[in-house]
């Protein structure tokens, strides 16, 4: 059973950058990682999915201000926010993402999730 | 961008009932859907893939169907731990987008 845990503050001070690192316990390049956000309340968004090759695929309304990465040899990958609001105070999930072929199926395994708030 | 929608938002049911929840695309995705059921406090976890491939581990009262524009999950006997929310998200192409979510909760 994969297992992802996501680490980094709980809390973010406005205009700040927001940095998160997802471990997993099983890495593998014949998938892809993810983050996903759920604003308190609401529905999921999509952030943004990365491949092993560090290729990375980001939600438009946040192309500006995110970086992705991955560390294959530490099995770990990473978000980066700049200049955070209280907008982008929500949970932060990451996820691994699997599929067939060149194609993506979905997100099969899920980290716990961390409450990311923004506040000064 | 591809935008999903969802219907109903909520839907309120009793044990033994057949749910049904409606996804739609805002343009083609073939068979590019996957549907995840989420309960609070709790990740989301994956149901459906490829429309209607049922992801490993997951009971048989869950099937999905359909294609293009217009997706269906099917919960055919709900059970007491079925009562969630219920997303369905694209994956035909970047950036890939969820639903608004549709919570099935007890009648």
Not at chain 1, 49 to 56: A, Q, R, W, Y
């Amino acid at each position: 059973q994969v297992q992802l845990q996501e680490s980094g503050p709980g809390l973010v001070k406005p205009s700040d950058t927001l940095s998160l690192t997802c471990t997993v316990s099983d890495y593998s390049s014949v998938y892809y990682w993810g983050w996903v956000r759920q604003f308190p309340g609401k529905g999921l968004e999509w952030i943004g999915t990365i491949f092993h090759s560090g290729i990375s695929y980001s939600n438009p309304s946040l192309k500006s201000r995110l970086t992705i990465s991955i560390d294959p040899p530490k099995k770990q990958f990473s978000l980066r926010l700049t200049s955070v609001t209280a907008a982008d105070t929500a949970i932060y999930y990451c996820a691994r993402l699997f599929g067939r072929g060149a194609t993506i199926d979905g997100h099969d395994y899920w980290g716990q999730g961390i409450l990311v708030t923004v506040s000064s | 961008d591809i935008q999903m929608t969802q219907s109903p938002s909520s839907v309120s049911a009793s044990v033994g009932d057949r749910v049904t929840i409606t996804c739609r695309a805002s343009q083609g995705i073939s068979s590019w859907l996957a549907w995840y059921q989420q309960k609070p406090g709790k990740a989301p976890k994956l149901l459906i893939y490829a429309a209607s491939n049922l992801q490993s581990g997951v009971p048989s009262r869950f099937s999905g169907s359909g294609s293009g524009t217009d997706f269906t999950l099917t919960i055919s006997s709900l059970q007491p731990e079925d009562f969630a929310t219920y997303y369905c998200q694209q994956a035909n192409s970047f950036p890939f987008t969820f639903g608004p979510g549709t919570k099935v909760d007890i009648k």
